[in-house]
């Protein structure tokens, strides 16, 4: 019985079976193909379920055996579903099975997937249910991993996912990753892994991405990143070594009318996790619209989540910055303004004990027309609920017009309950109040 995989009913029909077998010493067996194994409607079933189904299978595997360790060796390895191929590879596999030892597996090899192919097999069809995979969606796979324990250690590791044969996605480790899928009560989450890894996106457009998760009313033009991930057991660092960048996004109505003009989104981010603790930060947040010399909105974000704590979220400072001419100036805001400048700040803080502070201010406006107001600002103070169960707030408001000054008081309140509208309640109260501003 394998140490690695529970026992399996597997059905099917052996067209051609050729092998050699030549004995030697120490128990030594050795199996060589004379022609390529040739398996038809090969199926595979765990209990009830159904994992591969009318599979046909060719391949050329040596195996060599001793008591301590069986060595297979694979070549021309050719995966279909009838005539639709599957996977194509070759490779290695060796299991050591010494005495009272642990039994390791090592394996090394190179496999091509047609991933539309791939996701019609039952193993994969219903987590794939809501995904149209195209038939076009291809991966490469250059590995070398080995299982010891709990941990999987990959030696080295190249993917690339490919539409049309042109690679738009690559994960690379180079050095070396070790990998520890669980992990026990209070142990640090940067032992998830340990090593090096590099996620890489090249040019991939969103009639690529629209194959398979489809997009509805989102396009644009290109995404392109790289993400380099550390860890040295007890501290997980992934930062962005060049920024995150979405061109030409374009939002449309059902009508395929342009909510807003094509826009660029542009960030450089990172996350750390030390202990149980996980700090993201998000960088140089712009977004840029077309024909336009300066971004319509910029800013920072940074939180710190503890998720063992009753209040995960344990900081959250945020700063934005934006250009009201801009932002009203889309098809779906007030695109007929008279705004000639102006800009609306907002800075927003949440710290360890739950105190909740923040302020918006618009200032700095003018127009081609005379403005009935100059600026408004709107510093809030609250709590999140001890539970970390939503959060209140008190949010005066003064605003400066030609009538004179504006003030309103608001209390508002978020409390989420299962099975009842999640609703935010707000009561206002003013002193002075120039509507006609």
Do not use: C
């Not at 991939?204 to 629209?210: E, G, H, I, T, Y």
């Not at 608001?410 to 299962?418: E, H, I, K, R």
């Amino acid at each position: 019985m394998s140490p690695f995989a529970k026992p399996l009913g597997i059905t099917g029909e052996i067209r051609h079976a050729s092998f050699k077998l030549t004995t030697g010493r120490d128990q030594q067996l050795l199996l060589e193909p004379i022609e390529p194994l040739d398996v038809r409607r090969l199926g595979i079933v765990d209990g009830a379920t159904h994992l591969l189904n009318n599979v046909w299978l060719s391949i050329r595997p040596t195996v060599n055996y001793t008591p301590e360790s069986i060595d297979v060796q694979y070549r021309e390895l050719i995966l279909s579903g009838g005539k639709n191929p599957i996977a194509k590879g070759s490779g290695t596999v060796r299991v050591k099975t010494q005495k009272d030892h642990a039994a390791t597996l090592r394996a090394d090899g190179d496999l091509h997937l047609d991933l539309g192919n791939f996701g019609t097999q039952p193993i994969f069809a219903d987590v794939l249910s809501d995904i149209a995979v195209d038939r076009s969606l291809s991966a490469k796979l250059r590995y070398d991993p080995h299982y010891a324990g709990a941990s999987v250690h990959i030696d080295s590791l190249n993917f690339d996912l490919l539409h049309e044969r042109t690679s738009y996605v690559q994960i690379e480790v180079a050095d070396g990753l070790t990998l520890k899928p669980t992990l026990a009560a209070g142990d640090s989450f940067a032992q998830y892994a340990t090593g090096e890894i590099e996620l890489s996106i090249k040019d991939l457009s969103s009639n690529v991405v629209d194959d398979v998760f489809p997009l509805g009313n989102l396009s644009f033009d290109t995404i392109n990143g790289l993400l380099n991930l550390t860890s040295d057991g007890t501290r997980l660092f992934a930062e962005t070594a060049e920024p995150l960048v979405v061109k030409q996004v374009k939002l449309m109505n059902t009508d395929r009318e342009l909510q807003f003009k094509p826009f660029t989104f542009r960030t450089s981010g990172s996350i750390e996790l030390v202990k149980q603790t996980i700090k993201t930060t998000l960088d140089k947040l712009a977004v840029q619209f077309q024909n336009e010399a300066a971004p319509a909105l910029s800013g920072r974000l940074s939180a710190t989540i503890e998720p063992a704590q009753t209040d995960p979220l344990q900081q959250l400072n945020a700063d934005i910055n934006g250009a009201l001419p801009q932002l009203l100036n889309q098809p779906a805001v007030l695109p007929q303004h008279s705004l000639t400048q102006g800009t609306i700040t907002a800075t927003v803080g949440v710290d360890p004990q739950g105190n909740i502070s923040a302020i918006t201010r618009i200032e700095n406006l003018a127009a081609s027309k005379p403005l009935a107001i100059h600026t408004i600002a709107l510093p809030l103070t609250g709590n999140m609920r001890p539970d970390g169960n939503g959060f209140d707030f008190t949010m005066p408001l003064v605003g400066v017009g030609s009538s004179g000054n504006s003030d309103s008081f608001t209390v508002g309140d978020y409390l989420p309950q299962a099975g009842k509208p999640t609703l935010l309640r707000l009561s206002s109260t003013s002193k002075v109040f120039y509507l006609n501003d």
